[in-house]
């Protein structure tokens, strides 16, 4: 079973940064991906970013890049996505998971034998 805990969401004002962390249980060492989703009220989940673990190379979603940064720290079995320019838009639920792989890329595909977890809330308001 592939498992993450979602933290370090919060209140911030436009422009602002945040770092959200996502830790892996013990189980989810071997996962092949890991990617960062955001549903906002209303609207669909969508992949913001994510991360082939054999290859280290990273895919970002149209809209937050280059303002978004995904880090991982295999010390800590967790995996980061820091969060400049914040916009209003930005505002969601974040959710890490373990995605599925195609010909070496990451996609926006939760893994089957993975769950979501509770999510970290992002606000981005003045």
């Known amino acids: 079973q592939l498992q993450f805990v979602e933290s370090g969401g919060g209140l911030v004002q436009p422009g602002g940064s945040l770092r959200l962390s996502c830790v892996a249980s013990?189980?989810?060492?071997?996962?092949?991906?890991i990617g960062w989703f955001r549903q906002a009220p209303g609207k669909d989940r969508e992949g913001v970013s994510c991360?082939?673990?054999?290859?280290?190379?990273?895919n970002y979603a149209y809209p937050v890049k280059g303002r978004f940064t995904l880090s991982r720290d295999d010390a800590k079995r967790t995996v980061y996505l820091q969060m400049d320019s914040l916009r209003p838009e930005d505002t969601a639920i974040y959710y890490c998971?373990?995605?599925?792989?195609?010909?070496?890329?990451?996609?926006?595909?939760?893994?089957?034998?993975?769950?979501w977890g509770q999510g970290t809330q992002v606000t981005v308001s003045s």
């Open positions: 998971v373990a995605v599925v792989t195609r010909d070496g890329f990451c996609v926006y595909r939760k893994h089957p034998t993975a769950e």
């Open positions: 013990e189980f989810t060492l071997g996962a092949s991906a």
């Open positions: 991360i082939n673990n054999r290859t280290s190379m990273v």
